[in-house]
C-alpha cells in the first residue's frame, strides 16, 4: 500500500499531545488564502511511499515520542483523500501502542456508502482528530476556501455522534475569520457537539509566502497582518463561551 506524501517531521510540537511524528500527505480539495501548505494542493503527486517505509522510520523515533505522551499526526494537504492509506499505516502503530492522530479539514467528507464505511473502519485505530473549522459562515467560507461548508460541519456532527475525541481548530485571520458575530456563532456550533476536548486559535501568519511564490501564484492575503494576542485572546473567549463542558489544558 502506497501513499503519495509530501513531506514528514519527525519531532513535531503543535499538531497534538506531546512530540508528534508528522506525515504530511500530498492533495487537498480546499484552496484556502491563508494556506502555508499550498504546494501540497495537487492531487495525486507527491512522494510514494509504503507503510513499511513509514513505520521504519518512525519507529527510530519512538524513545522520544512516546516518552512525551506523543504519537503519529496525518496531516496534510488532506488526510482523509487516502483512506485505505490511513487504516494500514493506523493498523500497524496501534501493533506498536502508538497514539493516532488525523489533522482534517473535513473537505472531502461524503455520505457515500463507501467513504462512510471506509471512514467508520479507520477511526476505530484512530485516537483523535484536529478539526480545522475555517469559517462558519457558507458564503464567507466559499470566499475562503472555494467551497461550501456545508459537508464539513456535516462531518463535526459524524465525529460527535461517534465519541471521537475532537480538538477543534480555528485559524484566526483579521477581517476574514474575525467578526465577532462569526466566531459567536461557531462557538454556538461547537457547543452542540459532544466530543471536543480542546479549542485551538492559530493566529494567522505569512510564513508560507514564499511557497505560493514559488508556486507561480499570487497570494491572495498580502494586505493582512498577523492578529494580536489581545485578538487572539478575544476570539478564545468568544469561541469558547458557549462550551459547558470542561476543556483539556496541555
Not at 513531506?7 to 491563508?34: H, N
Not at 497570494?219 to 476570539?235: F, G, Q, T
Request: glycine share 8%; proline share 5%; charged share 20%.
Amino acid at each position: 500500500m502506497n501513499g503519495n506524501i509530501h513531506s514528514i517531521e519527525s519531532l513535531g510540537t503543535v499538531d497534538g499531545p506531546g512530540i508528534r511524528y508528522v506525515v504530511f500527505t500530498q492533495g487537498c480539495l480546499l484552496r484556502c488564502q491563508f494556506c502555508h501548505n499550498a504546494d501540497t494542493w495537487e492531487i495525486g503527486s507527491g512522494k510514494q511511499m509504503t507503510v513499511s517505509e513509514i513505520m521504519d522510520d518512525l519507529i527510530s523515533y519512538l524513545p522520544f515520542i512516546q516518552s512525551s505522551g506523543g504519537g503519529i499526526t496525518v496531516s496534510g494537504g488532506e488526510p482523509l483523500l487516502q483512506i485505505p492509506f490511513l487504516l494500514e499505516l493506523f493498523k500497524e502503530c496501534k501493533k506498536k501502542g502508538i497514539h493516532t492522530t488525523i489533522d482534517s479539514s473535513g473537505g472531502c467528507f461524503s455520505h457515500s456508502k463507501l467513504f462512510i464505511e471506509q471512514l467508520e473502519e479507520l477511526l476505530q485505530y484512530t485516537d483523535l482528530i484536529l478539526l480545522d473549522l475555517k469559517h462558519i459562515n457558507r458564503k464567507k467560507h466559499i470566499q475562503l476556501t472555494g467551497m461550501a461548508n456545508d459537508h464539513i460541519l456535516e462531518f463535526a456532527k459524524f465525529l460527535s455522534d461517534r465519541k471521537v475525541p475532537v480538538w477543534v481548530r480555528h485559524v484566526l485571520v483579521p477581517t476574514v475569520s474575525d467578526d465577532p458575530e462569526d466566531l459567536q456563532k461557531l462557538g454556538e456550533f461547537i457547543g452542540t457537539l459532544e466530543n471536543v476536548q480542546k479549542i485551538e486559535i492559530l493566529p494567522y501568519h505569512k510564513l508560507g509566502v514564499y511557497k505560493w511564490e514559488a508556486l507561480g501564484l499570487e497570494y491572495p492575503l498580502n494586505h493582512v497582518e498577523p492578529p494580536s494576542e489581545v485578538k487572539v485572546d478575544s476570539a478564545y473567549k468568544m469561541i469558547t463561551a458557549h462550551w459547558n463542558k470542561p476543556l483539556i489544558t496541555l
